[in-house]
Structures are given as structure tokens and as C-alpha cells.
T-cell receptor, first 114, second 110 residues
Framework: KAGVTQTPRYLIKTRGQQVTLSCSPI?????VSWYQQTPGQGLQFLFE???????NKGNFPGRFSGRQFSNSRSEMNVSTLELGDSALYLC?????????????FGSGTQLSVL | QKEVEQNSGPLSVPEGAIASLNCTYS??????FFWYRQYSGKSPELIMF????GDKEDGRFTAQLNKASQYVSLLIRDSQPSDSATYLC??????????FGKGTRLHILP
């Protein structure tokens, strides 16, 4: 079974630009969560989608948005990039959503904002 | 108070000894608890989960949960150099958000 696939692996953008990251979950998984990982803050929850609906959202500004398609693939968009958005963005999929959710992570997209 | 707290380490443990990693959480409504291992340059992978008070063993790993004291721990017996990694504690809060601690760096000394 293929794992969670994230594309692209690396991105370099400049301030003010926007970026779209893609995540394909494990086949059969309907939940996709997004996390931002930085050395100083660790893994921070961005949002979770389940069956095309956003179930949960973290404490990030509205510049961060996402969506999920009917095939469970998800995209995350960041508009008006800031230097502080430089981070590893991790996507995780799960077969369920809720209390016993176990996350399987992709390799991440390393975003550098110059 | 941070939602999930871990000592950042590094925690250095001799090979063959027991490594003990601790985590505290603030939300009493939290219902499930996870330990993820992250090697440098890699993504986190789930190694243990626990839902009920007490101990849960899986091979060399034991997760311990004490909801009254709001702490979770991970014991690694017979530590190996391949156990050197960052260990992330994660908590599913009552609102089903999975929140991670910043992780504890573990270094197994050969």
C-alpha cells in the first residue's frame, strides 16, 4: 500500500507570493490533517479535513487555507507569504477521524520564503 | 501553560539501559495519547498509543498513562543506538484535535 504522498518536496518562494501544497493520503483514508513544523515551535496543527469537510482548525491566520477533494486528496494554500512561514509542512492521513485517530505522515514539503 | 509539554533534552542513555520519556498535558478532557518517533530529516511515525490508565506494552516499548496526574510516559527497554531520535508526545483533546509536544531528543550512547 502506498504511503502518504506530498508534493512538491521543496519550494522556494518570495515574500508576498502564494503557494499551494498537495497531499495524497493512503488509499482508503478519508481524513487528512496538516501540520507546520519549525525548530522553535515544533509541530503545530493547521487543520483537518474529513470527507471534504473541515472538521478542525488550529490557531493560524486566514492566509492559511485548505480543501479536500472527493478522492480524499487535499491541498493547502498559503497566501501573501511571510518570512515566518518558512517551515516543513507535514500532511498526515488517517482511516478515521476522532478520538482514536492514528496519523500516518508524508515526507513533507520544505517551504523556504525569501 | 502549554497544552502538551515535554523536556526537550537531549536525554542521553547508555546502550542497553532503560530510556524514560515523560509528557504532561493540560486538558483534562483529553482521551487518547500517542508517541511518535522522528528521526532527523524524516517524518514522524507512530510507535505507541494508549487510551486507558495504566501500562501498555509492545515489544521493548511501554506506554504509561495517569489521567489523574495528567501525564504520559514512554519507557524503552534495552535501548539501542537505532532508538536515537526525537520522541513526540501527542494528545487527542476532547475536541478531537491532535496536539503535539515539541519532542524530547534521545541519544543512546554506544
Amino acid at each position: 500500500k502506498a504511503g502518504v504522498t506530498q508534493t512538491p518536496r521543496y519550494l522556494i518562494k518570495t515574500r508576498g507570493q502564494q503557494v499551494t501544497l498537495s497531499c495524497s493520503p493512503i488509499s482508503g483514508h478519508r481524513s487528512v490533517s496538516w501540520y507546520q513544523q519549525t525548530p522553535g515551535q515544533g509541530l503545530q496543527f493547521l487543520f483537518e479535513y474529513f470527507s471534504e469537510t473541515q472538521r478542525n482548525k488550529g490557531n493560524f491566520p486566514g492566509r492559511f487555507s485548505g480543501r479536500q477533494f472527493s478522492n480524499s486528496r487535499s491541498e493547502m494554500n498559503v497566501s501573501t507569504l511571510e518570512l515566518g512561514d518558512s517551515a516543513l509542512y507535514l500532511c498526515a492521513s488517517s482511516s478515521t477521524s476522532g478520538t482514536n485517530e492514528k496519523l500516518f505522515f508524508g515526507s513533507g514539503t520544505q517551504l523556504s520564503v525569501l | 501553560q502549554k497544552e502538551v509539554e515535554q523536556n526537550s533534552g537531549p536525554l542521553s542513555v547508555p546502550e542497553g539501559a532503560i530510556a524514560s520519556l515523560n509528557c504532561t498535558y493540560s486538558d483534562r478532557g483529553s482521551q487518547s495519547f500517542f508517541w511518535y518517533r522522528q528521526y532527523s530529516g524524516k517524518s514522524p511515525e507512530l510507535i505507541m498509543f494508549i487510551y486507558s490508565n495504566g501500562d501498555k506494552e509492545d515489544g521493548r516499548f511501554t506506554a504509561q498513562l495517569n489521567k489523574a496526574s495528567q501525564y504520559v510516559s514512554l519507557l524503552i527497554r534495552d535501548s539501542q543506538p537505532s532508538d536515537s531520535a526525537t520522541y513526540l508526545c501527542a494528545v487527542n483533546k476532547g475536541d478531537d484535535k491532535i496536539i503535539f509536544g515539541k519532542g524530547t531528543r534521545l541519544h543512546i550512547l554506544p
